[in-house]
């Protein structure tokens, strides 16, 4: 069975710049989560999805972050213009049933110059 | 005061020397999560439990509900264990019936084993 994969595994961008990140839970997952840690602290959640459903999403910094399900299969992360504060590693992690173990991604390093 | 506190945030062992980290949490839960992150690795779980004690190899974790505190011990420790590892609680809320997973983190203990 395959894990939580994400792409791209790293990348560099310049401030102002768009960057959209992929997530692709353990097929069969319905809960799919986004969390985010940055330089010196700790992981934080970003929100959650229940099928193609945002159920909380109260953990996004503000609206440059759009998140999006379609069909409830992959989810991507978009960030609309990228600042320098943004950087650090996106996690995504899948669940069978909510409050079940979570499953991560190996992470997205993201890099705003 | 963070939410979910761990100790030691730095710790270093000789190998085969016995681990202990510690994680106390505030907030109520239904069950615990360990996780172990390797130098520009992914997460891996490690443990969920909600009470009493579980057994991997030679990783052990506990915990405590009443005192909302849980350990991760690690016997005979090897070098390969050199990894960060972080307590993560779910919280739960009740709204109708319906309950979500969304996990708050410690800040990691960064665990150096030397052979």
């Known amino acids: 069975e395959a894990g939580v994969t994400q792409f791209p595994s790293h990348s560099v961008i310049e401030k102002g710049q768009t960057v959209t990140l992929r997530c692709d839970p353990i097929?069969?997952?319905?809960?799919l989560y986004w969390y985010r840690r940055v330089m010196g602290k700790e992981i934080k959640f970003l929100l959650h999805f229940v099928k193609e459903s945002k159920q909380d999403e109260s953990g996004m910094p503000n609206n440059r972050f759009l998140a999006e399900r379609t069909g409830g299969t992959y989810s991507t992360l978009k960030v609309q213009p990228a600042e320098l504060e943004d950087s650090g590693v996106y996690f995504c992690?899948?669940?069978?049933?909510?409050?079940?173990?979570?499953?991560f991604g190996p992470g997205t390093r993201l890099t705003v110059l | 005061k963070n939410e979910v506190e761990q100790s030691p945030q730095n710790l270093t062992a000789q190998e085969g020397e016995f681990i202990t980290i510690n994680c106390s949490y505030s907030?109520?839960?239904?069950?615990l999560h360990w996780l172990q992150q390797h130098p520009g690795g992914g997460i891996v779980s490690l443990f969920m439990?909600?009470?009493g004690k579980k057994k991997h190899g030679r990783l052990i974790a506990t915990i405590n509900i009443q005192e909302k505190h849980s350990s991760l011990h690690i016997t005979a420790s090897h070098p390969r264990d050199s990894a960060v590892y972080i307590c993560?609680?779910?919280?739960?809320?009740?709204?109708?019936?319906?309950?979500?997973?969304?996990?708050?983190f410690g800040q990691g203990t960064i665990l150096t084993v030397h052979p």
């Open positions: 439990l909600s009470s």
């Open positions: 907030v109520g839960i239904s069950a």
């Open positions: 993560a609680v779910p919280q739960a809320r009740h709204a109708g019936g319906t309950s979500y997973g969304k996990l708050t």
């Open positions: 992690a899948s669940s069978q049933v909510q409050l079940g173990t979570q499953y």
């Open positions: 097929s069969g997952h319905d809960n």
